[in-house]
């Protein structure tokens, strides 16, 4: 045990412990004497210590005990996103919450995990150099497509993309065939053109539609994206429109920490939540970015190392699943605030308060450093070759 717990890459604990300073610090910025929020970056520290614990049980825990038990895990997970469409709580707009008292639980974000495990379980027990469209890939993307389908139930468009996001990383990693994954990109992107194009000439049809199935706030996420210079949708871009002046404002050095004048008058919603990379732009500047996002690179960085010196098919898989969750979570919720993606709610990787995503992205990495202390464990375990002969020889 102790050995193994020597081999954990302590530049990636570094990394954590300076994003868990900056989420502290960004928080108490934003809900100091706010009611109902004060406090917020107490809690934060507390959810900081469950995955520190997640983080370093992941580690020491053999990664291939989870792909063994990956059927299991999966099933799990999709009885609770179906428990959550009937009983679970509500908040901003999504269902997706399960209420445990002193703590509140999304198993949509524990699911990212969930999906990564089970889809790597599978593509390595076909054990394919490639993919076939037909018996690997379609039945492949059945089973990300039953999650998907139960989180867009429950109005989670976030973590149901990530869904997707997760799937072509593992399909990608899985070698799947150049000529499939070209049509497949052709195919999504006019899907994705046509429903633009859709959504903006049929908008009103649409508007209507959505508020009868009470989704009108999707129009909300979408509409600023879209159509921002619309005078019906000034309500609707009230969000993006100030969350682009502060990251405006915030220049070069920031307007410094509790100065800022947007997010400390809140002018920017959820800025606890969704919206903390506005508060980092316009407090800490283009430099506070900069050193936030040079913190995601290295993190990545140094996972995918992990994964260039695994030495069996499953760590890399893995580990290309939470670096695609990741990347997708960055981009899009950076993305969404300087007006390249749509509103969807998703969280910031261990800056957003909340505990469930904070707890998985800590599990996910511990994950990832697992395949680092087990994932020689095959060849290391192995006999000398040559052991056999230098016996013969001594012998003879």
């Not at 059927?71 to 399960?98: D, E, P, Q």
């Amino acid at each position: 045990m102790l050995q193994k717990f020597k081999k954990i890459d302590f530049v990636v604990v570094t990394v954590l412990v300076m994003l868990m300073i900056i989420s502290i610090t960004s928080l108490y910025s934003v809900t100091k004497g706010v009611a109902d929020l004060d406090g917020s970056h107490i809690r934060m520290l507390i959810f900081y210590v469950a995955g520190f614990i997640a983080f370093f049980g992941m580690s020491l825990l053999d990664y291939r005990v989870l792909i063994k038990h990956a059927t299991y895990i999966y099933i799990g997970g999709l009885l609770l996103l179906v428990y959550v469409m009937f009983f679970g709580a509500t908040l901003n707009g999504s269902k997706g919450w399960i209420n445990l008292g002193f703590t509140s639980l999304q198993p949509a974000e524990m699911f990212k995990l969930v999906l990564i495990i089970f889809l790597t379980f599978i593509l390595v027990k076909k054990n394919k150099s490639q993919l076939s469209f037909i018996r690997d890939v379609i039945p492949v993307g059945f089973l990300a497509f039953i999650p998907f389908v139960l989180v867009m139930g429950i109005n989670d468009l976030g973590n149901a993309l990530s869904y997707v996001i997760i799937l072509m990383g593992l399909l990608w990693i899985g070698n799947v065939k150049l000529s499939h994954a070209l049509i497949g990109l052709v195919l999504v992107a006019g899907t994705a053109f046509g429903g633009i194009q859709a959504y903006i000439h049929y908008h009103d049809e649409i508007t209507a539609f959505m508020k009868e199935g009470s989704r009108s706030h999707w129009l909300d996420r979408i509409d600023p994206w879209l159509m921002p210079e619309t005078t019906d949708n000034a309500g609707a871009g009230y969000h993006t429109h100030n969350a682009k002046l502060a990251i405006a404002s915030g220049g070069m050095t920031g307007e410094g920490f509790m100065q800022g004048t947007s997010v400390q008058s809140g002018r920017v919603p959820y800025t606890y939540s969704d919206s903390i990379f506005v508060q980092i732009a316009e407090e800490y500047g283009f430099i506070g970015s900069s050193v936030l996002l040079l913190l995601y690179f290295i993190l990545i960085h140094r996972m995918i190392l992990i994964s260039l010196e695994s030495r069996e098919r499953a760590g890399p898989f893995l580990i290309i699943g939470i670096v695609s969750m990741f990347l997708y979570q960055i981009f899009e919720n950076i993305g969404m605030f300087i007006g390249l993606m749509p509103l969807t709610g998703i969280t910031l990787p261990f800056i957003s308060y909340g505990g469930t995503s904070l707890v998985i992205s800590m599990a996910s990495l511990g994950v990832a450093m697992s395949v680092k202390l087990h994932g020689r464990e095959i060849e290391e375990d192995m006999p000398d070759p040559h052991a056999h002969r230098s016996t013969v020889a001594k012998q003879a």
